[in-house]
């Protein structure tokens, strides 16, 4: 009924530990994080045992949210409340990204389904969260001095372009960047994928 529950990070589950605290983003207990001690041990299949306050606590208040090998013992808590879920965020795939200056990417992207291009107008933080989402779009074109018009491109290439627009290259997996903009400057040559192929 979700009554009692938390969030944890992959990294605060995994590993191995007995009796150590570890970190709990949020819960029913508290909006901020937190943290508790937990079990892990290589050679009990009932671990990881996941509770809401210390194990040594929690056994005693009902506050056990997991265990494994269909352990009966502390996991009292399941049976009041209907049983337990447990929910996995898959991963979100951010690429790292290379600016361009007074140049442009030909080729508008298909649409991510692959039907028709994606040529509509985007402001760049659009543009570029959309460009994460389609596997046909490789680059991102602004207009000179806008980050308001901006389209998707699926060329890997970039051309000089008279107009001073600027693009922004996909280069691949690599987490969010963080950007400086430097006036007067230009980037020569161009940057490589991170990744098999280049670009």
Known sequence: ?????????????????????????????????????WYRRHRNKEDPWVSLTDHHVAYRRQEILFG??????????????????????????????????????????????????????????????????????????????SVKRCTLRSSKTTRTSPSGEHTLIRLGEGGEGTWHKRAGVYSGGYAKKLGKRGL
């Not at 080729?107 to 692959?114: D, E, F, K, L, S």
């Not at 933080?125 to 602004?142: E, G, I, P």
Request: charged share 25%; with cysteine.
């Open 1 to 37: 009924d979700c009554k009692k529950w938390l969030v944890a990070r992959k990294t605060s589950v995994l590993g191995w530990y007995a009796n150590h605290k570890r970190r709990i983003e949020s819960s029913s207990l508290s909006a901020k994080p937190s943290s508790a001690r």
């Open 68 to 145: 494994e090998a269909s352990t009966p013992h502390h996991t009292q808590v399941l049976i009041p409340h209907g049983g337990a879920d447990v929910f996995i965020r898959h991963k979100i795939l951010t690429y790292a990204w290379r600016r361009i200056r007074g140049t442009y990417s030909p080729g508008y992207a298909r649409n991510a389904n692959g039907k028709g291009s994606d040529s509509r107008v985007r402001t760049l933080a659009a543009a570029m969260k959309a460009c994460d989402a389609n596997k046909n779009c490789h680059a991102v074109t602004c207009e000179r001095g």
